[in-house]
T-cell receptor
Framework: NAGVTQTPKFQVLKTGQSMTLQCAQD?????MSWYRQDPGMGLRLIHY???????DQGEVPNGYNVSRSTTEDFPLRLLSAAPSQTSVYFC????????????FGQGTRLTVV | DQQVKQNSPSLSVQEGRISILNCDYT??????FLWYKKYPAEGPTFLIS?????DKNEDGRFTVFLNKSAKHLSLHIVPSQPGDSAVYFC???????????FGAGTTVTVRA
């Protein structure tokens, strides 16, 4: 069982470049979310979705876009990469948001130079 | 402003002894709490949770205690094993809110 799959695992970008981090889940979960993990900051919510066609901002949404066209997929787009976006990114899915266990992908380590 | 705080960045414990991880929260609307464990180069995995209607929840070697009046919860691991060496995140959510708020994490090292 795949669970939550994130691609790529590693990425180096130049300042100003754009890219999309992919996330797919096969558990038919309605709720999906993106977090970034930075030293001493824990996991901070970037964007989340409560179902196909519905997205909302989290704690640190600036510089990121999301869309949810299917239940399975929730890509995260960096519009114009900045060094401050150097981080480890995690995608998660769950049956019912913060009230149930969330399943996380393995993460994408992004470096912006 | 972080609403979930884990004030101890690290904890070192001898194998077989108890590990106690602490977590404080400031948002009085939080009523559901979860602990996640994370190994290097992996995503966090769910460990244990507790609802505010309870003050204790146990699952094998892991027990979570909730003190609502103090806005404090703790995770006890007894006995600690080398495989427990990981980063532990405390998380909280409020009723009707889909979002989870995470603490900064505590790195546990279990010494042989």
């Amino acid at each position: 069982n795949a669970g939550v799959t994130q691609t790529p695992k590693f990425q180096v970008l130049k300042t100003g470049q754009s890219m999309t981090l992919q996330c797919a889940q096969d558990m038919n979960h309605e709720y999906m979310s993106w977090y970034r993990q930075d030293p001493g900051m824990g996991l901070r919510l970037i964007h989340y979705s409560v179902g196909a066609g519905i997205t909302d901002q989290g704690e640190v949404p600036n510089g990121y876009n999301v869309s949810r066209s299917t239940t399975e997929d929730f890509p995260l787009r960096l519009l114009s990469a900045a060094p401050s976006q150097t981080s480890v990114y995690f995608c998660a899915s769950s049956y019912s948001g913060g009230r149930t266990e969330a399943f996380f992908g393995q993460g994408t380590r992004l470096t912006v130079v | 402003d972080q609403q979930v705080k884990q004030n101890s960045p690290s904890l070192s414990v001898q194998e077989g002894r108890i590990s106690i991880l602490n977590c404080d929260y400031t948002n009085s609307m939080f009523d559901y709490f979860l602990w996640y464990k994370k190994y290097p180069a992996e995503g966090p995995t769910f460990l244990i949770s507790i609802s505010s209607i309870k003050d204790k929840n146990e699952d094998g070697r892991f027990t979570v205690f909730l003190n609502k009046s103090a806005k404090h919860l703790s995770l006890h691991i007894v006995p600690s094993q080398p495989g427990d060496s990981a980063v532990y995140f405390c998380a909280a959510s409020a009723s009707g809110d889909y979002k989870l708020s995470f603490g900064a994490g505590t790195t546990v090292t279990v010494r042989a």
